[in-house]
């Protein structure tokens, strides 16, 4: 399951960049394709880290920082949405791409190191 979390991450991670590289140079959107397999990528991630969880909290772990990651996640995903839609405007392309990408970065940094105090 960690594996399988791990490659998810590392592909969203590949996909996000791939999108804003489009989205910033040449205002175009990503192939339908591109769009689809984002979303199919957060539905694994998402369920690999449910499944994670369950077996952090059957182990008595401290699992502060997953809810942390979660509401990065959460933030990452609707910068996401509106850094690409259709409709934005460059200035809200950039700052949806900015925050989405502090997200990710944010979720790496708690990723690798896993407080166990964090509130």
Same mark, same amino acid.
Do not use: D, T
């Given at each position: 399951m960690k594996h399988l979390h791990m490659l998810t991450a590392v592909?969203?991670?590949a996909l996000f960049l791939y999108q804003s590289y489009l989205a910033l140079s040449s205002n175009k959107?990503?192939? &339908?394709?591109?769009?689809? #397999? #984002?979303?199919?990528?957060?539905?694994v991630i998402i369920l690999s880290g449910a499944g994670m969880l369950?077996?952090?909290? #059957?182990a008595n772990a401290p699992v502060q920082w997953v809810f942390a990651k979660v509401i990065l996640l959460v933030a990452a995903i609707s910068a996401s949405i509106k850094a690409f839609n259709n409709n934005a405007t460059p200035s809200q392309r950039k700052t949806g791409i900015l925050i989405a990408g502090a997200a990710?970065?944010?979720i790496l940094i708690l990723a690798f190191s896993k407080?166990?105090?964090? &509130?």
């Open positions: 592909l969203l991670i959107q990503a192939p &339908f394709m591109v769009k689809i #397999s #984002s979303h199919i990528i957060y539905a369950v077996q952090l909290i #059957s990710y970065v944010g407080p166990g105090n964090l &509130f």
